[in-house]
Each structure stands twice: as C-alpha cells, then as structure tokens.
C-alpha cells in the first residue's frame, strides 16, 4: 500500500502525533529533488547536494532519537554515474566531507554505519572515508545508518543468485532446500537481520518509481511518497510519514481479524 503526502510547504508548523510504541524498525529513504532544490533557486546543482548533505545529518538524529533500528538512505545508485562528469566527482566526495564532520556526533549519538552496495568501484578516497566511519562507529549498538551507495538492486539480485548457485556448484546447498531465506542471506542487508525488509519506504520530491532500490526487500513495506524535497525535509516531515504509516492496516496477504 502507498500513500502521496502532498506536503509542498516545507516550513511546516504542525508537529504529527505519533505512536511511540509502533515506531516502524527499519525506515528506507529514496532521497529525491537536490537539483531541483538548487534550480528553483538558481543555484548549481551541487548546492543541493550539499544541502542535502546537511538534511542527512538532521533526519539521522531525529529518527535514532524516535526509536528507528535502522535507516537506509539511497546515496548513489549503480545508474548514477550516468550522470556530468563533474556532478559525479562531487557526490564521490560528499561521504569524505560528510563523515569527516558528522562521526562525533554519530558515535555520540551511538549511532552505527553500514554501507551496501558495490563500494569496491567507488573512488579510493571515498571507500576509505566509508571504510573508517565504519570501524570508527562499529560499537556503537544504538540505530543503525545503512547507506546504500554505488547499489541496484537489481544487480544484487543477479549477485545472490550466483553465490547461491556457488554454493549448489559446490555441493554445499541442495536447489529443493533453496527457500525465501537463502535468498535473504544472499542480498546486502543480511546483516541488517531481523530488521533487513523497510517496514517503511519513503520517497521525497514528488516522484513515485522505486528506481531500482530495495526490490526484493519492499515486498511489503507501506510506501510513502511526499512532494518535499529532500533538501527541505525535517524531522517534522518524517514524523508526518510515520504517522501515515501507523494509520496503515499491515496484513501481509491477510484478514485484519485474523491473529
């Protein structure tokens, strides 16, 4: 089930109430609009991405502060470097500039990173900033901030399957014993278990594609899509999706009667 917040206000006044007991465990971010952000302002579309570098900062702290387990941010996808020359060497950067800046607060905050994706293609000085914000906040057991950077999912797909037919290959997994959790023990967010499937997926700037992100683990998450650019969201914002998700009915494939 999805939802459209048509919240194109961004200075929003109304804090959402919200349940603090059925916080959803797992928020997943498609972090949409930098460059329109920028445009509407005339500005570069570089400025968005650093503005929106600040905004990452921001919904870190207030979703780890309502209780989230884990918030994965769609950072850079496999399709991305699609993209200028000159706007890709900037976003290669953002982790350097980001984790430089924000480690002491996440590790105050206790607050871990993750990284999924296919980072071995990432530029070295960028593997090495995600590589050190990892060891540097690998015990903290507070929430934990997955980024999916340089991911499709669709290529993770393909990659479980060949490890799974390695392991067939090789003797050591039988095809009948093949079920949903052999494939979820092959896709990036098997360390994020029990909590690898979004129980909300949020899309900010008005968009409504999945864009290659989270396929597999999406099968039943509640979709929120809102018209606020990430730029522009808040903490406020991300309660507003919350408390559109808590007003969902989750029945996966049931009867809301049924126990």
Not at 126 to 145: F, R, S, Y
Not at 154 to 160: A, D, K, L, N, W
Not at 162 to 184: C, F, H, N, P, S
Request: net charge negative; hydrophobic share 40%; proline share 5%.
């Amino acid at each position: 089930m999805f939802a459209f917040l048509n919240k194109n206000d961004p200075a929003e006044t109304t804090t959402p109430a919200i349940d603090p007991q059925r916080i959803p465990a797992h928020v997943a971010i498609i972090m949409d609009g930098n460059g329109r952000w920028a445009k509407a302002r005339h500005l570069p579309r570089i400025a968005g991405h650093k503005e929106g570098m600040n905004t990452v900062k921001k919904v870190t702290i207030a979703a780890s502060d309502l209780g989230v387990k884990v918030l994965t941010l769609y950072a850079f996808s496999t399709e991305n470097w699609k993209r200028p020359t000159d706007e890709v060497n900037y976003l290669m950067q953002l982790p350097v500039s980001f984790f430089d800046t924000f480690v002491p607060d996440l590790v105050k905050n206790n607050v871990q990173v993750q990284v999924m994706g296919y980072t071995d293609k990432l530029p070295a000085k960028t593997q090495k900033a995600v590589n050190d914000a990892i060891a540097d906040t690998k015990d903290c057991d507070g929430m934990i901030l997955n980024f999916a950077l340089n991911y499709g999912s669709r290529s993770e797909i393909v990659s479980g399957i060949q490890a799974i037919a390695a392991q067939v290959q090789a003797g050591e997994l039988a095809v009948t014993d093949i079920d949903e959790a052999t494939v979820d023990q092959a896709l990036m967010t098997a360390p994020l278990a029990p909590y690898h499937d979004p129980d909300l997926l949020i899309r900010t700037s008005g968009e409504e594609r999945i864009s290659n992100f989270l396929l597999w683990q999406i099968a039943y998450s509640e979709l929120v899509f809102t018209d606020v650019k990430w730029p522009d969201f808040t903490a406020t914002t991300l309660k507003a999706c919350i408390a559109d998700y808590q007003s969902r009915d989750r029945r996966f494939g049931g009867l809301s009667n049924q126990k």
